[in-house]
């Protein structure tokens, strides 16, 4: 689990991205250098939020 003010591993994800139609790539390398919130939300519905 990361906490506040510690370095998260590597990664590169699909993200919802406002004003752009599709999803975008990013990784941890697109954002170096500046804060960033990660937000996990299962889709609505399904067995973990029912």
Do not use: H, R
């Amino acid at each position: 689990m990361a906490k506040i003010n510690s370095v998260i591993p590597s990664f590169e994800t699909q993200a919802f991205v406002p004003g752009q139609s599709d999803f975008v790539t990013i990784s941890s390398d697109d954002l170096k250098g500046q804060w960033s919130v990660f937000l996990f939300y299962p889709a609505d519905f399904t067995f973990v939020c029912p």
